[in-house]
Every structure is written in C-alpha cells, then in structure tokens.
C-alpha cells in the first residue's frame, strides 16, 4: 500500500481554486493553458487508480460528484469505477458518485489500515493531515507555467524538511509531471 498525493499547481506552488469555483483573485489558473493539461489520466495513476482508493474531502466531492458521473470518456469511466473515501463531518449521503462511501471513524487510523494504495485527489487539509504524521509515500505534481502569487501551497512554510527523490518527470503539453517518492533508506 502507497499514499500518493496528487495535485495540480502553479509555478509558484499554489494548489488552491484552480478551476476558480472559490472566487479567489488568482483562481481559475488551470484552464489558462488549454484542456489538454487535463485530459485523461494526466497523473499516471493507472492500477491505484482501479485497484486502489481515491480520498477525498468534502468540498473536492461534491465539486467532483456533480462532474465525473455525466462524463463518458475513457478516463471518466474509470474516474467513475473507483472506489471512493469521503472525508466528511457534515456530509450523510454520497449515494450522488458511484462507488463513493463515507469515512468511518480517525482519518489517520483509516489510511493506515487500508490495504490498497490511497489515492489523495484535491484535499489540501487531507493531504496536509497524512503529511503531517509523515504517510505519504509519493507526490505527483502536474506544475503549470503559472505564478498567482497568493493562494494555499501544498507544502506550507512551516513544513519540516523531508528530503525526497525525483522518480521521474516528464512534460505534459505546457506543464510538467513531477513523480516525487521516499528517499531509499
């Protein structure tokens, strides 16, 4: 089992608003570059993405919920057919998204006992909670070609160092996929 952290961010290292649905003065910076920079299965998820589990928040979703099940492309099928783990303290009802159930109990405890790779989709403060407790085994990061200058960062400038290896990066039309893993002990 891996915990693979997911996100799309600017040059500058912003991850928040990208798609500008918060109304941030600086939101809305994903689309700038054309809809290729999503297309598809931009971050190389592959088998954790059918055999393992998406962890969301609430706000990435119900934002996701009300996108994915109308969509038919290849990409979007498996998006669909992905179990899902919500993390939510208000929300009762995720019947809305397949395969979708809510988290039961501690994230921590949870992401700990699962057994597939966990998938971390959006989810600033879920991603920052298993960092935090130093689970994440893997950053992919698609970077744009973009600086907004305020927003919320991924890594936050009181982070401890971590030092990691680059697995790989590659360009993705105008931005760049950045495979980022545990150091070998």
């Known amino acids: 089992m891996s915990v693979i952290v997911i996100a799309y ?3 500058d290292g912003i991850v928040t608003d990208p798609d500008g649905s918060e109304g941030t003065p600086g939101g809305g910076w994903l689309f ?3 809809p290729e ?7 190389q998820l592959g088998a954790s993405l059918d055999e393992g589990v998406l962890l969301l928040g609430r706000t990435t979703w119900e934002q996701f919920s009300r996108l994915w099940p109308e969509r038919d492309t290849p990409f979007a099928l498996r998006m669909n057919a992905a179990s899902k ?3 939510s303290r208000t929300l009762t009802d995720v019947s809305a998204w397949s395969n979708s159930r809510l988290l039961d109990g501690d994230l921590v405890d949870t992401v700990k006992r699962e057994r597939r790779d966990v998938v971390v989709m959006g989810s600033l403060g ?3 909670a298993l960092m935090a407790e130093d689970l994440v085994d893997e950053y992919r ?8 200058g305020t927003g919320g960062r991924l890594f936050p400038a009181d982070t401890s160092p971590v030092h990691l290896e680059c697995l790989s990066v590659e360009r993705a039309g105008p931005a760049v996929l950045a495979r980022y893993g545990r150091t070998a002990a």
């Open 141 to 148: 990061l698609v970077t744009l070609p973009t600086l907004v």
């Open 37 to 43: 920079v999503v297309a598809g299965d931009r971050f």
């Open 85 to 87: 783990l919500v993390a």
């Open 126 to 128: 879920i991603a920052r």
């Open 9 to 11: 961010t600017t040059l």
């Open 32 to 34: 700038g570059h054309g």
